[in-house]
């Protein structure tokens, strides 16, 4: 008989550490470092960031702030003209975690909905997921003040406008109202007559009141490189 229970003992015992860790597993283990963020506030001077290096640095400095200053952190900027650059080409390769430790995207593929099935799908970026470095939730439709407007100057797919226009406020380098414009995605997915979160529509103007009054404040979307 207490052989019988020794048994029994036994196999409770590893059932119980089974169920554990299956249990581990189903929650996918330790909370992955913060890789993706939104600035909680902007530079305060409309579009201007001093180019894509200033706006990699302000991308950084929160980081810093946030306690994960080791990665090299880069805006999800693209620009125009000579050397335009794409901004799905300069975030990494993925994957990437908010503040939450919750995932966001696998890659630059699915972020982007390359494929028919991934655009199905789509990415987790929206009002709950889309943090800022302190793991805030930027406001969005039906707040106030709504600043859901992220300066992105890219196409839906991430790439650089090829036209004549100006859709980076001359390359994230001008304040200046009458002298271009910024495209804006939409952090919480609502709004504009579509879900873009790079690609919504564009600001009135490149200054900071202008950014105001379409609905944002100036702020970025940053990406862990590494």
Same mark, same amino acid.
């Given at each position: 008989m207490k052989k019988t229970l020794a048994i029994l003992g036994a196999t409770m015992v590893l059932a119980l550490g089974t169920i554990a860790l299956i249990a581990?597993?189903?929650?996918?283990g330790p909370q992955q470092p913060m890789s993706f963020f939104i600035t909680?506030?902007?530079k305060g001077d409309g579009a201007n960031y001093g180019g894509? $290096? /200033? *706006?990699?640095a302000y991308c950084q400095m929160m980081a810093t702030a946030a306690g994960r200053g080791a990665s090299t952190w880069h805006a999800y900027l693209?620009?125009?003209? $000579? /050397? *335009?650059?794409?901004?799905?080409?300069?975030i990494g390769s993925g994957p990437w975690y908010n503040a939450r430790g919750q995932r966001v995207a696998m890659g630059v593929a699915d972020l982007h909905g390359d494929t028919i099935e991934q655009a199905r799908i789509g990415n987790a970026l929206g009002k709950q997921f889309s943090l800022t470095e302190k793991a805030?939730?930027?406001?969005?439709?039906?707040?106030?003040?709504?600043?859901?407007?992220?300066?992105?100057g890219s196409q839906p797919d991430g790439r650089a406008y090829t036209d004549a226009m100006d859709h980076t406020c001359s390359n994230y380098t001008s304040n200046a109202d009458g002298r271009g414009q910024v495209q804006l995605g939409h952090s919480d997915k609502q709004g504009g007559n579509n879900s873009s979160w790079n690609s919504t529509h564009a600001s009135r103007g490149c200054s900071q009141p202008n950014l105001i009054s379409t609905g944002g404040a100036g702020l970025l979307y940053c990406f862990a490189i590494n």
């Open positions: 581990q597993g189903q929650r996918g909680s506030v902007g894509l $290096a /200033g *706006a990699d693209s620009t125009q003209g $000579a /050397g *335009a650059v794409n901004a799905r080409d300069r805030g939730i930027v406001n969005g439709v039906g707040d106030m003040p709504n600043t859901h407007d992220i300066l992105t």
